[in-house]
Nanobody, 122 residues
Framework: QVQLVESGGGLVQAGNSLRLSCAAS????????IGWFRQAPGKEREFVAA????????YYSDSVKGRFTISRDNAKSTVYLQMNSLKPEETAVYYC???????????????WGQGTQVTVSS
């Protein structure tokens, strides 16, 4: 098992940046792919980015490609999501999740964090 804790959310003006962190407990962190998802009020949880266990491959939704960067430090059991040029419509609770493969499919992840709120003001 792995426990995930997100941090780094907050209030930011449109066009600015935030870096989210997803810290994991457990010695098996490096065996999991990690995904970032977000959920706005009244909307379904949507895929943002994912990274494979070895950091060899990353995946992004079309809406964030070129602005967001996912990375991981297995020695620190942490995954990061660098978010640049944020937009008001990206206001949401951001979640990280662990699973066996890096995928946009929310159902393929077994463990989830509690989420961190990101609010982008216009």
């Amino acid at each position: 098992q792995v426990q995930l804790v997100e941090s780094g959310g907050g209030l930011v003006q449109a066009g600015n940046s935030l870096r989210l962190s997803c810290a994991a407990s457990g010695r098996t962190f490096s065996t999991y792919a990690i995904g970032w998802f977000r959920q706005a009020p009244g909307k379904e949880r949507e895929f943002v980015a994912a990274i494979t266990r070895s950091s060899g491959t990353t995946y992004y939704s079309d809406s964030v490609k070129g602005r967001f960067t996912i990375s991981r430090d297995n020695a620190k059991s942490t995954v990061y999501l660098q978010m640049n040029s944020l937009k008001p419509e990206e206001t949401a609770v951001y979640y990280c999740a662990a699973g066996w493969i890096a995928t946009a499919d929310v159902t393929r992840y077994d463990y989830w964090g509690q989420g961190t709120q990101v609010t982008v003001s216009s």
